[in-house]
């Protein structure tokens, strides 16, 4: 996963929403710690399952990692200031888009994972529409 982050990384820009789909334990965080490995540096993502929101790097380029895991209603976003993981400097990365299609918008790269636990992975990454 995270040399399939890696190379994606070559590709991404800053402004770029990414969006993640998979089961649980298909890899979506090991991919976005790859991601931001490659982009920013630093130690390997973590889950923000329960805290929503994870940042990594600095104010020159920031990787936004939001987990709508947990989001039962997109009206439950307003409470949580998410709309701050997006700008002109960050990689805003999203697990769960279908949680909450109105925050993802036209993402610039789609990532979806087939497969989870002890079986293989089937990985496709394409342009956004």
Request: aromatic share 6%; net charge negative; with cysteine.
């Amino acid at each position: 996963m995270r040399e399939l982050a890696a190379a994606l990384a070559q590709r991404v820009r800053p402004g770029d929403v990414i969006t993640i789909r998979g089961a649980l334990g298909s890899g979506k965080t090991a991919f976005v710690g790859g991601l931001a490995a490659a982009l920013v540096g630093g130690d390997p993502a973590t889950s923000p399952t329960f805290t929503f929101r994870q940042r990594y790097g600095t104010r020159d380029l920031l990787v936004e990692h939001l987990d709508l895991y947990r989001v039962e209603d997109e009206s439950d976003l307003l409470e949580l200031g998410l709309e701050e993981a997006f700008g002109p400097n960050v990689v805003t990365v999203i697990e769960w888009p279908e949680r909450a299609p109105s925050l993802a918008g036209k993402p610039a790269w789609r990532v979806e994972i087939v497969g989870c636990g002890d079986a293989a992975r089937e990985v496709t990454i394409a342009p956004g529409a």
